[in-house]
């Protein structure tokens, strides 16, 4: 087992846990939104069982004036065939660290509303619930 990030080298072995998540873009958009977030440090990171992908996490470091320096989780996956083996809390242990080391004060996450399971998983893992988040979304005129 091995964790570690990822480069861009990997998008496609990324894209196939990513996916599992993010069931609404194409390979085409994950591709186009990585590398629009690498300007925001955007790290990818992966725990492999031999050469397989089996859990990632895409994450950045930033500030703000609520959450401080934070560590942000915008994804974290673990492969439907690889679910319930503790890879997901090995993941949050290895980017608790990482958060440490990036000194950060607290890690943050949104979790979409229907994802029950992965609520129950995150306060067994010392997350709480500490907000809501809205969103509006915009109309993009041509």
Same mark, same amino acid.
């Given at each position: 087992? @091995?964790?570690?990030?990822? =480069?861009?080298?990997?998008? @496609?072995?990324?894209?196939?846990?990513? &996916?599992?998540?993010? $069931?609404?873009?194409?390979?085409?958009?994950?591709? =186009?939104?990585?590398?629009? !977030?690498?300007?925001?440090?955007?790290?990818?990171?992966?725990?492999?069982?031999?050469?397989?992908? /089996?859990?990632?996490?895409?994450?950045?470091? &930033?500030?703000?004036?609520?959450?401080?320096?934070?560590?942000?989780?915008?994804?974290? /996956?673990?492969? $439907?065939?690889? *679910? &319930?083996?503790?890879?997901?809390?090995? !993941?949050?242990?290895?980017?608790? =660290?990482?958060?440490?080391?990036?000194?950060?004060?607290?890690?943050?996450?949104?979790?979409?509303?229907?994802?029950?399971?992965?609520?129950?998983?995150?306060?067994?893992?010392?997350? $709480?619930?500490?907000?809501?988040?809205? /969103?509006?979304?915009? *109309?993009? @005129?041509?």
């Amino acid at each position: 087992m @091995q964790i570690r990030e990822l =480069d861009l080298k990997e998008l @496609q072995t990324a894209w196939e846990v990513v &996916s599992q998540l993010r $069931t609404k873009i194409e390979y085409k958009e994950f591709e =186009d939104l990585v590398y629009d !977030m690498r300007e925001s440090n955007y790290t990818m990171v992966g725990i492999f069982e031999k050469s397989k992908l /089996v859990t990632y996490a895409g994450v950045t470091i &930033s500030t703000n004036l609520y959450h401080k320096r934070h560590l942000f989780i915008h994804e974290l /996956v673990t492969d $439907t065939h690889y *679910r &319930s083996q503790g890879y997901g809390k090995m !993941m949050l242990e290895y980017l608790s =660290d990482y958060a440490k080391v990036g000194a950060c004060e607290n890690i943050v996450l949104s979790s979409g509303l229907q994802r029950e399971e992965a609520h129950t998983f995150y306060e067994k893992n010392e997350f $709480t619930k500490a907000s809501y988040v809205f /969103v509006k979304a915009l *109309r993009i @005129q041509n």
